[in-house]
C-alpha cells in the first residue's frame, strides 16, 4: 500500500455511501410527493434498514483505520478539506448506536406520515404522543452527540446542520435581533397603514404552475437537471444532478406557492451549481444548512421582492393569470409587513419572531424545561409577546405547522434566521463589487447575480468552512448588521 | 442455538433483503416516470450499488448455512415453501458474481436511458453498439447461471421468470401454435371483413385519465395501495401496499391507455392480493412471471373484451369521453383482429405471433446463431412470414419497440404467451366453478369474478410451485387447449 492509498480508499468508501444516500433521497421525497397511505410502513422500514446500512458504512472500522493514516499523506488543500468533511461524517456517525439511528428513522416516519392528516385535522391530542416519542429519542440523540464533542445536546443538535454554531452565539444575535425588530416591525406597519388592501386574484392551479414554471426558468433553475411537483411542505430535495423542489397552491393566493417556489428554486441552484468535479465526495456537498438557506433566502427575499425583478414578475403574472396587477400593486403584496401564524407565509421582517419561538421552544424541550404538553400554551404565550396574535386552540396554524419536529429534525429553525443574515451580507457585498441586485437585474444582468452566487458560494461545496467560505465572499465573517440595514433600507 | 433458529435467521436475512429490493422498485419506478435526463448518470451508479449489496446480501456465507440446516429442523409446510423459494433465489444469486450484477445494472440503466430517445428518433446505429454490449452481458449470465444449474443457457434465462420452463416445452407449444393460428386469423379477418369501420373519437389526456382511473375503481385497484402515471412503456412496478402502474396516452387511441391500464391492473391486483401474513418473504412474492401475466392477460382479454363488462366500460367511456359509442361498435373495436406491427397493442389472436418471433431472436442472439447486426433484417422476414408485414427501415415499430431487451431482460417474453394460455385456463375452470366472467359480470357480480382469483391464485403467493398452483385452481397442468378454445368460441 501506497502512502496516498489511504485517502483514495476513502473516497471509494465516500462514495459508497453517497450511491446509498442517492437512495435515501429519493424515498423521502417521493414519500411526500407521490406515495400512497398504504406505502408507509414498508417504506419507514426499508428507510430504516438503509439509514442503519449508511451508518455502517460510515462506522466500518476500516474507514476509521484509513481516516488515521490519510492525514499523513501529501494531500492537496482540496483534498485536505474533503479529508476534514469525511472526518465530520464519521464522528458524527460514530457517535450514535445503528439501532438509534434506524429506530429515530422508523418512528420519525410513522410520526411525519400520521401528522399530515393530524396536522389538517388539527388533531393534537393525536399528534402528541407521537411527538412525545420524537422528542424522546432526540434528546437521547442529542445527548450522545452532546458527549462525544463536548458539547451541550441542545449545541450538539445545532451542528448537525451548522458546525461551529452554538446557542452562545445564537443568543448573541437573537439578543440583539429582540432589541430593535419590535419597533421596526411597528414602524413598518405605522408606514404601511395608508397602502390599499386589494385581493390577490384567483388563480387556478394549472395557471399557477405554468407561472412557476416561467418563473423557475427566469430564474436559471434547469429542468434537465430537477423537477417541480407538489407536497404539502414545501421542500427541496433529490441530488445535485437530478434536485426536486416542491410548493403547495392556494387558488385564493397564488404569491405563496410562488415564493415558496422561488425560496426552493434558490436551494435547487446552490445544489445544481456544486462543483461537479467532487460530486460524490462530502467536499462536493452543499457547506451547511444556514448556507443553504442564505441561498434560498437571497432568492426569495434579497432579490424576488426587490425593485429590479418587479417588471420581470409583474408581466409573467399578468400573462399567466390572465389578470391585470400594477407594479405598485404587486410590490405592496410583496414587502407588506404583516404578523401571522404561519412561519412559511411569513413576511421577512417579522419571520425571524417565529424562528425565535421555536429556538426557545427547542431549547426548552431538548434541556428538559418544556414538555410537548406545555407546548401550545407556551406557543400561544410567545405568539402574544412577540407579535399579537393569539393561536388558542388552532394547533394546525400553531405549533403543529411545521414538518421539522414530526421528522426529529431539532436544530434546524435557526439556520433560517443565519440564512437570512448571510443572504443581506452576500447581498451588500455583491452591491460593492458588481452593483446592486437591483440596479442589475433591471439592466438586464440577472445572470450576473446568479453568477456572483455560482463563483462565490455554489462552486465552492464544502471545500472550505462556513466561516472561510463567507470572508472569502464579504471579507467578514457573520454580521447581522447587514440584515438590519437591508430591512431598514427596504421597509423604512 | 435451537434447531427451529437457522429458519428464522433466514427469515430475518431475507426480510432486510426485502427492504433493499424495496428501494430498488421505487429506483426502478422512478426513473421511468418521474426521473428527468440530468439524474441518469446517478441513479444508475446508484442502482448498480444496491443491485451488488442485494447480491452480496443473498451470497452471504452466513446465509447459505442456515439454509443448510433449516431443511433439518421441523417446519411446516408453508414455511417449507418458504425455504424453498429462499434456497432459490440464494441458488441464481450465488451463481453469478457480484461484479457481473454491478455491471450489468450500470450498463442497462444507460441503455434504456439512451433507448428512449433513440427509439423515438428510429436511431438503429445509435442503439446498435449498445444492445450488443448488453446482450454480449447476458449472454454470459446465461451460460453462469446455466452451468450452475445444469440447463441449457436459454433455458436458465426462461428460468429467472418461470422457474421450470424449457425451451422444450416452449417448443413444443409454440409448435403447436404455428399450425392453427394462421388459419384462424385468416378466418377470423374473413368474417370480420364486413364489420364497418369507423375512428376512435378523439379524446384529451385529461379525459382519459379520469376514464382509466374510473375503471381501475371499476376493477378494484385499492388507490390507499397504488397509483397510475404516465411512462413511455407500460409497466407494473412498486411494492405490494404500494402498487404502481403506468399506461402512455393518444388523444387518436383512447384504448390503447385504457387497456394498457386494464392490463397492469390485474398485475396490480395480483400484487395487491398477496398474502399479508408473508409479506417481506420469498413465500409472499408472486409466483412467477408466467403467471403474473396471466392475470394481466385475464383483465385485459378474458375479462375486459368479454360481452359481460362491455356495457359497463361503454357507460364509462360515453361519461368521460363525451362520446356516443355503442355497444356493437366497442365491441368491434375490443375484437378486431388486425396484423399490426406493434405487440402491445396487438389483439389477442395475433399476439402469439409477436411472441414467437421474439422468441426465435432471443433464443438466436444466446446461443450465436445470431447477432445484433442481423436483427432488423431478421425481423423483417419473419413479420412478412408470420403477418405478412413489412418493417423495413422501420426499427421503432420493429425490432426497438419493446423496453426488455434494452434492459436486458431475455426470456421473459414467453411469459406473455404462457400467460395467455394460463388466463384462458383459469376462465375455463371458473366458468366450471362458478359460472362464466360474462354471465357473472352481467349478474352484477364482477366481485365474484376477482374473489374466485384472490382465493385461487393471489392469496396463494409463492407458497406453492406453478403446476402446484394451476393444479389445485383448475384441476391440470398447463394445458394450451384452453386458449385454442377461447380464441375458437370469441372469433369463429
Known amino acids: 500500500m501506497t ?31 407521490m406515495m400512497p397511505a398504504g406505502g408507509s410502513q414498508a417504506r419507514g422500514e426499508a428507510m430504516a434498514q438503509l439509514a442503519l446500512h449508511i451508518h455502517a458504512l460510515k462506522t466500518a472500522p476500516s474507514l476509521a483505520e484509513h481516516l488515521a493514516h490519510a492525514a499523513d499523506e501529501p494531500l492537496s488543500a482540496a483534498q485536505q478539506a474533503n479529508l476534514r468533511e469525511m472526518r465530520y461524517q464519521q464522528r458524527q456517525a460514530t ?50 452527540l452532546g458527549e462525544a464533542q463536548q458539547l451541550a445536546p441542545y449545541d450538539a443538535l445545532l451542528n448537525k446542520f451548522e458546525p461551529g454554531t452554538t446557542m452562545a452565539q445564537i443568543d448573541r444575535v437573537f439578543g440583539d435581533l429582540k432589541i430593535w425588530l419590535p419597533s421596526l416591525i411597528q414602524q413598518v406597519q405605522a408606514k404601511q397603514q395608508a397602502w390599499p388592501t386589494k385581493a390577490l386574484p384567483h388563480a387556478t392551479i394549472a395557471q399557477q404552475k405554468a407561472l412557476n414554471l416561467d418563473v423557475m426558468t427566469l430564474l436559471g433553475f434547469d429542468f434537465k437537471q430537477g423537477r417541480l411537483d407538489t407536497s404539502s411542505h414545501p421542500f427541496s430535495g433529490g441530488v445535485p444532478g437530478d434536485v426536486r423542489i416542491t410548493t403547495r397552491y392556494d387558488e385564493h393566493d397564488f404569491l405563496t406557492a410562488l415564493f415558496s417556489t422561488i425560496h426552493e428554486t434558490g436551494h435547487a441552484r446552490y445544489e445544481q451549481g456544486l462543483p461537479l468535479e467532487w460530486r460524490g465526495q462530502p467536499a462536493g456537498n452543499a457547506r451547511s444548512m444556514a448556507i443553504h438557506e442564505s441561498q434560498s433566502l437571497f432568492f426569495e427575499m434579497q432579490m424576488a421582492r426587490g425593485t429590479g425583478i418587479l417588471p420581470l414578475l409583474q408581466q409573467r403574472i399578468n400573462h ?44 426548552g424541550l431538548i434541556e428538559g424545561r418544556l414538555t410537548v404538553a406545555d407546548l401550545p400554551e407556551f406557543w400561544d404565550a410567545a405568539m402574544q409577546s412577540l407579535l399579537g396574535l393569539s393561536t388558542q386552540g388552532d394547533y394546525r396554524n400553531g405549533c403543529m405547522q411545521d414538518i421539522h419536529w414530526p421528522v426529529g429534525e431539532l436544530g434546524y429553525f435557526p439556520s433560517y434566521s443565519l440564512g437570512a443574515m448571510y443572504a443581506a451580507q452576500f447581498s451588500a457585498s455583491m452591491q460593492n463589487q458588481i452593483g446592486s441586485i437591483d440596479a442589475l437585474i433591471a439592466a438586464g444582468e440577472l445572470t450576473l447575480v446568479t453568477q456572483w452566487l455560482q463563483d462565490n458560494i455554489w462552486s465552492k461545496g464544502a471545500l472550505l468552512t462556513t466561516d472561510e467560505l463567507v470572508i472569502a465572499a464579504t471579507g467578514e465573517t457573520l454580521n447581522p448588521a447587514h440584515f438590519k440595514q437591508h430591512l431598514m433600507t427596504r421597509y423604512l
Chains 1, 2 share one sequence.
Not at 120 to 144: H, M, S
Open 95 to 144: 457517535a450514535l448506536p445503528g439501532k438509534l439511528v434506524q429506530a429515530k428513522t422508523q418512528l420519525t416516519y410513522a410520526c411525519e406520515h400520521a401528522w399530515r392528516a393530524q396536522r389538517q385535522q388539527n388533531d393534537w391530542q393525536g399528534f402528541k404522543p407521537n411527538l412525545e416519542a420524537v422528542i424522546a429519542l432526540v434528546r437521547e440523540e442529542a445527548q450522545i
Open 3 to 33: 502512502s496516498r492509498s489511504h485517502y483514495h480508499a476513502l473516497c471509494q468508501q465516500f462514495k459508497t455511501i453517497y450511491h446509498f444516500e442517492h437512495l435515501q433521497a429519493l424515498g423521502d421525497w417521493d414519500q411526500a410527493t
Open 320 to 363: 399567466h393569470l390572465g389578470c391585470q396587477i400594477s407594479e405598485l400593486e404587486l410590490q405592496h403584496w410583496l414587502t407588506r409587513v404583516s404578523p401571522g401564524r404561519i412561519r412559511v407565509d411569513a413576511d421577512e421582517v417579522t419571520y425571524p419572531c417565529h424562528i425565535m419561538l421555536r429556538y426557545e421552544v427547542e431549547k
